[in-house]
């Protein structure tokens, strides 16, 4: 258990890819943490610097106030489970028990650890089995059984479930968060799907070109995204956005997207500093909509009805623009006029350079 | 023409052409293999010797053969040279290529010389290493005279010579055990290394330990290679040693070739033939029956 300070992190690959550009990051004792971001984001590269397989270009990293940076893998005792899903040619008696084996764990306790790790992942049937010979989901248990025989400083989980079935992703997803619940363990997840993300953590870093967007739980990150690109990463769809002109008119503020605009008067003494063009974005979810005209709403045309899971998601368009709607149940078809409104509470509003104002 | 351009008759002639170009490794394996194979059977049960017409006499050349204490001596030659070297070309080759794995600096010039006596011939290596092991001009005395080391009767004295074979076989072939599992090595996920670094073992440990046993089908194939190979040997011996002095170096090839082209038994050289084949296969088969299953499990 340990609390992990990254202090300034640059990583430089070659002379010019700059994978992870100034990160700094505390991830409290005992917390299980995500970085989410699309491929490339620096979101492994810095797992990886945790983890000492890497030494970064520039900045520090501390475990508990001890600097590490200069420490390989083996003394920073740290467990890792990588994407690409690593088995020794051994059975999975042996697989689990080498980190026990190379630490010199005396034999009765190294028995004892590896049963009730083999027993955690659901596994003690397979312990004199041939580790190879197995498919990808058990596998990845058996790696995963190998990161959790020992206490770790913490758990580093490199996309474990991406190689993974989907029945045994659900599985281990939910044992994952079971086991941290219950070891209290500081574990750092690197995922590029959301759902995993949301559910598991407690905190998400979302990244993108090398830096660190925004830290926060998830209702936050969900509901009030820093910036345009959280925004529309966070979500399925995520966030939609739409370049507004800031104007006043006969008393009221309006946010003009030249096809609909939108009255904020109310709020429209935090956005005057920030200049005529803004922008505005709103996720489907929270957008309303009826088939039947109201006052005050906006019509569009719906275009395209799509099923996403239970929901319903509507693609409609109005001029130039395209607004999407996530809804339950819907009496609206394809060709049908709409209307619709964005309601005051769930816009949000950013800077022209896509930082959230309000 | 009209006819060409019609579909079926173009199909008909192009199955007969196949058909054709089907026998042809018939041809070669009847023609060229089962053919002088089995020649060589049938003129291992007749005494012909060069000049003479071959008469048959049973079995008479294989007792011959197994009642022959230089075939003895010639067997057991072989089987220590064969143990010998590959044993000690495994164990430098994959030393060394675990040093290549672990240098990065040098690392294509270090190949580049390893390449070179791969590429050599034989027989020119024989006669290069004869000069080498000179006892009174030799530089390999010349060198061990300044480490303060008395001069060594290479080529002379029975047991040196021996030595001087296997020494020719480890420079030549350890770097293809080298280059082998090299390249079997580069070839592993880097996440296997990365994961064993976590787990907390030496980088030693790590080859020991998770990256020999990933490659270990590799290694049967190049043990597999390399024994039947240093049984054959042949061509450096014969311009070294010619399989002297007396019957020092005297491996089964090497006596198989000197019954037939030196003394002209050439009956009698057949039964030696048929033996050394026979022993290949055997070994082929035991090798091929523990390494087997390996290339069959995903």
């Not at chain 1, 689990?96 to 034999?107: G, H, S, T, W």
């Not at chain 2, 023409?1 to 042809?24: A, H, P, Q, T, Y």
Request: proline share 4%; net charge positive.
């Amino acid at each position: 258990m340990a609390e992990i300070f990254l202090d300034n992190i640059t990583h430089v690959f070659g002379k010019k890819v700059k994978a992870v550009d100034n990160v700094t990051l505390r991830i409290e004792n005992g917390s299980l943490i995500s970085f989410l971001g699309p491929s490339g984001c620096g979101k492994t590269t810095t797992m990886r610097i945790i983890a000492g397989l890497l030494r970064p270009t520039t900045g520090r990293v501390y475990f508990d106030n001890v600097d590490v940076t200069e420490r390989s893998p083996q003394d920073r005792n740290v467990a890792m489970v990588f994407q690409f899903i690593v088995i020794y040619d051994k059975t999975v008696f042996e697989n689990i028990e080498f980190p026990l084996l190379v630490r010199k764990v005396p034999k009765e306790e190294r028995i004892k650890k590896v049963k009730r790790a083999a027993e955690l992942m659901g596994i003690s049937s397979l312990l004199n089995y041939p580790a190879r010979k197995l498919d990808p989901g058990t596998k990845q248990k058996v790696a995963l059984a190998r990161a959790f025989v020992r206490e770790p400083t913490v758990f580093l989980l490199d996309e474990p479930l991406t190689n993974v079935d989907p029945q045994t992703r659900l599985e281990l997803r939910k044992k994952i968060k079971e086991l941290q619940k219950d070891l209290h363990q500081t574990m750092i997840y690197v995922t590029h799907d959301q759902a995993e993300a949301l559910t598991l953590s407690e905190k998400i870093a979302v990244m993108n070109y090398g830096k660190i967007l925004q830290y926060d739980i998830p209702e936050v990150l969900y509901d009030k995204p820093k910036n345009t690109f959280v925004g529309w990463f966070i979500g399925n769809p995520g966030m939609q956005f739409f370049d507004v002109s800031f104007k006043r008119s006969n008393g009221t503020f309006l946010l003009d997207a030249g096809e609909f605009s939108v009255d904020v008067s109310s709020i429209s003494n935090h956005l005057i500093k920030y200049g005529d063009e803004l922008k505005l974005g709103i996720r489907p979810e929270n957008v309303q909509i009826s088939s039947q005209k109201k006052n005050g709403w906006f019509n569009a045309k719906c275009a395209v009805v799509e099923r996403i899971g239970d929901m319903y998601l509507l693609t409609l368009s109005k001029g130039r623009l395209e607004i999407k709607v996530k809804i339950k149940e819907t009496d609206i078809k394809e060709g049908d006029t709409a209307w619709i409104n964005f309601p005051l509470e769930k816009i949000r509003v950013y800077s022209k350079s896509g930082e959230l104002i309000i | 023409m009209v006819n060409r351009l019609r579909g079926d008759s173009m199909k008909i002639s192009f199955r007969k052409k196949m058909l054709f170009l089907s026998l042809l490794p018939l041809i070669y394996s009847y023609g060229l293999v089962i053919y002088p194979f089995a020649s060589l059977i049938y003129y291992s049960f007749f005494n012909y010797d060069i000049g003479g017409t071959p008469i048959f006499n049973a079995g008479a050349n294989y007792i011959q053969l197994f009642t022959d204490p230089l075939f003895y001596k010639s067997l057991q030659l072989t089987l220590s040279y064969t143990v010998l070297s590959v044993g000690i070309e495994f164990l430098l080759g994959i030393m060394l290529a675990y040093i290549l794995v672990h240098i990065l600096r040098g690392r294509s010039v270090a190949l580049s010389i390893l390449i070179l006596p791969l590429v050599m011939t034989p027989a020119v290596i024989g006669i290069i290493w004869r000069i080498l092991f000179d006892t009174a001009f030799g530089h390999v005395n010349f060198y061990l005279g300044l480490l303060g080391i008395p001069p060594l009767k290479w080529l002379i004295r029975p047991t040196e010579a021996f030595f001087s074979t296997v020494i020719v076989d480890i420079w030549q072939w350890t770097p293809f055990v080298t280059l082998v599992t090299f390249a079997g090595l580069t070839a592993l996920p880097v996440e296997l290394v990365e994961s064993a670094y976590i787990d907390g073992a030496s980088e030693f440990r790590t080859f020991k330990d998770i990256l020999l046993p990933r490659i270990r089908a590799l290694l049967y194939i190049i043990l597999f290679l390399r024994v039947v190979d240093a049984l054959k040997v042949f061509d450096a011996v014969y311009t070294m040693t010619g399989g002297g002095p007396g019957t020092a170096t005297n491996y089964l090839v090497l006596f198989n070739y000197l019954n037939v082209m030196t003394f002209y038994h050439i009956g009698y050289g057949c039964a030696i033939a048929v033996f050394i084949i026979l022993l290949m296969n055997l070994i082929i088969t035991l090798l091929l029956r523990r390494a087997g299953p390996l290339f069959f499990e995903v």
